[in-house]
């Protein structure tokens, strides 16, 4: 595996992670770490269709993929109901 594949799979499990360490939310860590991968491929796709240049990186669009990733893990997040709605529920 290229080692520019690596480092936005790293990303893609260490931004939702990060979060979830840091805030507590997203719950759904999974979830998060899926829709975060999609949106890095997203960006990696775009940025190859661009001809976007990271110079350190080579071809893979760090910054677009870790704005994808919070992006990602950000909906997931915010999709998810409230811990107070949950308790009322029952």
Do not use: W, Y
């Not at 290229?2 to 999974?30: E, K, N, Y």
């Amino acid at each position: 595996m290229p080692p520019a594949l690596v480092l936005l799979g790293l990303v893609a499990v260490a931004v939702p992670a990060s979060a979830h360490a840091l805030f507590g939310r997203p719950r759904l860590v999974i979830a998060a770490v899926v829709a975060s991968a999609v949106a890095v491929v997203v960006a990696q796709v775009a940025g190859e269709l661009a001809r976007i240049n990271v110079a350190v990186v080579g071809d893979a669009q760090l910054g677009a993929a870790v704005v994808a990733s919070v992006f990602g893990t950000a909906l997931i997040a915010l999709a998810e109901p409230s811990s107070k709605r949950l308790r009322a529920r029952g």
